[in-house]
C-alpha cells in the first residue's frame, strides 16, 4: 500500500518564478496538510484541505495557494518565488474523523536562486 | 496559539546508553502530544502520541515519553540506544479540538548522534 507520493523530489527555481508541487495521500486518506521545513527548523504549518477546501491556513502570506481534487491529490503553489522559499516541503495525509493518524511524504526540496 | 521549545539542538550518547530529548510546550488549551523521526532526506515518521489516558506512552522500538502538564513537558527517553536511532527529533503539539485541530506546531528538532 503506497503511502504519501510527492513530487518532485527536486526543483530548482529562479527568484520571482512560479512553482506547482504536487502530493498524492495515503490510499483511503482524504486530508491533505502542507508543511515548510527550512534548513535546520522544525516544519511549519503552511495549510490543509479537505473536502476541495482550505481548512485552515498558517502565517504565510497569500502567495502560497493550494488546491485539492476530488480524488483527494492536492497541489501547493508558490507565486513570485523569494530566495527565503528555498526549503523542503512536506506533504501529510490523514483522514478527518481519524485521531491523528498521519503520514508524511519525503517531501519536495525546492531552492530558489 | 502554541509554541514547543526543544532544549537541545544535538545530543550526542554512546550506544547502549540511556538518552533523554527535552521538549516542553506553551498552549492556553488542552494539546495532543508527538514524537516524530526523521532520516537524512526522508519525510516524518510518528514515533508516538499522546490524546488522553496514561500520561505515559511507549513506541514499538523502545522509546517512551511522559505527558507531565504541570510542567507542561513531554520528554522522550531510550534506556539503551543503538546506532540506528541516529535521526532527527521532533516535538509537535496540537490544540485537542476547535479551530486549530489538525495543525500541527514542531519544535525546533534535536539531532541524535549514537557514537559506537
Known amino acids: 500500500d503506497a503511502g504519501v507520493t510527492q513530487s518532485p523530489t527536486h526543483l530548482i527555481k529562479t527568484r520571482g518564478q512560479q512553482v506547482t508541487l504536487r502530493c498524492s495521500p495515503k490510499s483511503g486518506h482524504d486530508t491533505v496538510s502542507w508543511y515548510q521545513q527550512a534548513l535546520g527548523q522544525g516544519p511549519q504549518f503552511i495549510f490543509q484541505?479537505?473536502?476541495?477546501?482550505?481548512?485552515q491556513r498558517g502565517n504565510f502570506p497569500d502567495r502560497f495557494s493550494g488546491h485539492q481534487f476530488p480524488n483527494y491529490s492536492s497541489e501547493l503553489n508558490v507565486n513570485a518565488l523569494l530566495l527565503g522559499d528555498s526549503a523542503l516541503y512536506l506533504c501529510?495525509?490523514?483522514?478527518?474523523?481519524?485521531?491523528?493518524?498521519?503520514?508524511f511524504g519525503s517531501g519536495t526540496r525546492l531552492t530558489v536562486v | 496559539a502554541q509554541s514547543v521549545t526543544q532544549l537541545d539542538s544535538q545530543v550526542p550518547v554512546f550506544e547502549e546508553a540511556p538518552v533523554e530529548l527535552r521538549c516542553n510546550y506553551s498552549?492556553?488549551?488542552?494539546?495532543?502530544l508527538f514524537w516524530y523521526v526523521q532520516y537524512p532526506n526522508q519525510g516524518l515518521q510518528l514515533l508516538l502520541k499522546?490524546?488522553?489516558?496514561?500520561?505515559l506512552v511507549e513506541s514499538i522500538n523502545g522509546f517512551e515519553a511522559e505527558f507531565n502538564k504541570s510542567q507542561t513537558s513531554f520528554h522522550l527517553r531510550k534506556p539503551s540506544v543503538h546506532i540506528s536511532d541516529t535521526a532527527e527529533y521532533f516535538c509537535a503539539v496540537s490544540e485537542s479540538g476547535g479551530t486549530s485541530y489538525g495543525k500541527l506546531t514542531f519544535g525546533q528538532g534535536t539531532i541524535l548522534t549514537v557514537h559506537p
Open positions: 501529510a495525509s490523514s483522514l478527518a474523523t481519524g485521531t491523528y493518524g498521519y503520514t
Open positions: 484541505y479537505y473536502e476541495e477546501e482550505e481548512r
Open positions: 498552549s492556553s488549551v488542552s494539546v495532543y
Open positions: 499522546y490524546l488522553s489516558g496514561s500520561t
